[in-house]
């Protein structure tokens, strides 16, 4: 079943507003699914106004670029304020971020910090950690970028970040009923269609798909829209604030979206930590740690919560611009 493109008037020139922009008509679409996980749910029908939106995530070349025009100083090469977060280990106050690391054998899958360090010295340039580098990675997409990196470089380039409603849209491809972002199947006959994970989650990656971590952007086919990576990869931030349930669609458009904008801020709070008042926005997309025996979120209705200041070796971004 395709999408059902909306009668709008397309923008006044289909020059894109920055390179590697492709445009998204619009339209109607069923957003979010009953058939998965809970935050997913209910499944229902939106529309969203025509938008561009990078073909791919952006990259460390790219963010190299903003980088060196601004001087940007990304969250991970800062050191934590002690007044911000108040009981707060000496250890944990040091200029940081949270890297993906392999565990020796099975463990209890509750337990994320089993397979993730969270490790001094880490950041966009150095994505392991001190003596890493981003020698041959400069096509991959960037990573330990949070939302004040990724809001930044938008306003940046005059830009914005996508709401949920039109990176699902985006990721669809077309495709309105279909799981994957290009049909029913993970590996249609055999073929690898995202950097996800192949083994045994967290200890063994076969690698099947020949990369271990990221993948440069654009390595696997595009959806219909002519997107690249818009599943798997890296996780990519959206501008909603995070809801654990979505509210039932509206008729009033929001900034770009006949559908309400996930939640408020103040509802955005991870109701298991109380004491710990960070807000948190909306991943879409899985990456290359996403498996079928851990976490199926390799799908356009997949969503996951980010307080918006972590930041990780699997998160990264792209950005859309509004005619």
Known sequence: MTVEPLAAEPPATRTPPSPGMVWIEGGGFRMGSDRHYAEEAPARRVSVDGFWIDAEPVTNRRFAEFVDATGWTTFAEI?????????????????????????????????????????????????????SSLDGLEEHPVVHVSWHDVAAYAAWAGLDLPTEAEWEFAAKGGLDEAEYAWGDELEPDGRHMANVWQGRFPWENLALDGFTRTSPAGS????????????????????????????????????????????????????????????????????????????????????????IDTSTSHVGFRCVKRP
Request: proline share 14%; charged share 25%.
């Open 220 to 307: 696997y086919p595009p959806n219909g829209y002519g997107l690249h990576d818009m599943i798997g990869n890296v996780w990519e931030w959206t501008k909603d604030w995070w809801s654990a349930t979505r509210p039932v669609a509206a008729d009033k458009p929001c900034c770009g979206a006949r559908n309400p904008r996930g939640g408020r801020e103040e509802d955005s709070y991870d109701p298991a930590q109380p004491q710990i008042r960070i807000p948190r926005k909306v991943l879409k997309g899985g990456s290359h740690l996403c498996a079928p025996s851990y976490c199926r979120r390799y799908r356009p209705a997949a969503r996951h919560a980010e307080p």
């Open 79 to 131: 050191a934590p304020d002690p007044k911000d977060y108040p009981g707060a280990l000496p250890e944990m106050l040091r200029a940081a971020s949270l890297v993906f690391t392999p565990t020796s054998g099975p463990v209890d899958l509750r337990r994320c910090f089993s397979w993730w360090t969270f490790q001094p010295g880490a950041d966009w340039r150095h994505p392991t950690g001190p003596g």
